[in-house]
């Protein structure tokens, strides 16, 4: 059976992501529940949670999917194409234009069966969160310059601003692995991908 997300299914949520080796924490659980909740989905099997999946919008002009996530007891049963259709229709009945996402090795022949084409292929780095920056006491952590969400925008080409405002109010990680973005539908302005790689990879200095 595939549900909305609820608070309670959080850290089964997590004990998945655990099992799969990612690095999320119960706060970027809570965090993407807050921003999209009503897109954010679970697999039940039985009483158990076998699986997740959660979007975030921006606008309509783009959608993220992610925490892609299936028990891997229960793989191969239809359970990741089961959710992606309930995170896509979900989107689609909103009018997301362009829906994108980070595939894995293991999950992108599910996303091209599904429709979403490459992009192209990247990198994530992760740091030690013992040196992670301390932010400036005249910049409260809740807001950001527009001059640095109007060069998000330009890297997005769209507008992020409601996302990275929660965002800022805590210190983001990122996991070690090799990724394919992956889209469906197009997006009204194209996003200026080497500018997107230059804000976001830290391997660029």
Known sequence: MIRTLTG????????????????????????????????CFVAELDGQIVGTVTTTRYGTDLAWIGMMLVDDRYRRRGIATSLMNAS??????????????????EGQLVYERLGFQPEGSFHRWSRNGETSPRLSPSRPSDQLVKSHLQLDQTA????????????????????????????????PTSPEMKFQFALTDPGTG
């Open 8 to 39: 309670h299914d959080i850290p089964f949520a997590l004990a998945l992501c655990r099992k799969a080796g990612w690095n999320q924490l119960q706060a970027d659980w809570l965090r993407l529940f807050a921003y999209e909740p009503d897109g």
């Open 88 to 105: 896509l229709s979900y989107l689609r009945d909103i009018g997301v234009g362009c829906i994108k996402l980070d595939a894995t090795p």
């Open 156 to 187: 997005f080409a769209t507008d992020r601003s409601a996302w990275l405002m929660q965002l800022a109010r805590s210190l983001g990680f990122e996991p070690v692995r090799d990724l394919t973005r992956m889209r469906i539908g197009s997006m």
